[in-house]
């Protein structure tokens, strides 16, 4: 079981990096207009608003992320490893 959790870190790395990417890049892309007319006067509330935003977004990825592999991982190891070695045996 060790195995399928590292195995699930090494995919939740990739998948933190790839998250993290899209959304500043979505996040720039959608709030463009106010980035034109106001940036000079907001720029620090703007960052702030958007780090927060990405903290939370990022959080309920990861525990949705971590749930999924979990149960997937126990469901492997208790239920269809235990089914294949007793239907060889």
């Given at each position: ?8 870190g ?61 149960i997937?991982i ?14 060889s045996s």
């Amino acid at each position: 079981m060790k195995a399928g959790f590292k195995k699930a870190g090494n995919v939740f790395k990739y998948l933190s990096i790839l998250f993290a990417i899209i959304y500043w890049i979505y996040i720039i892309i959608d709030d463009w207009g106010f980035i034109e007319k106001y940036w000079t006067e907001n720029w620090a509330e703007y960052i702030g608003g958007w780090f927060v935003w990405f903290l939370i977004y990022f959080l309920g990825f990861t525990l949705y992320y971590w749930a999924i592999a979990t149960i997937i991982i126990l469901m492997y190891y208790k239920l269809i490893l235990r089914l294949k070695k007793t239907g060889s045996s």
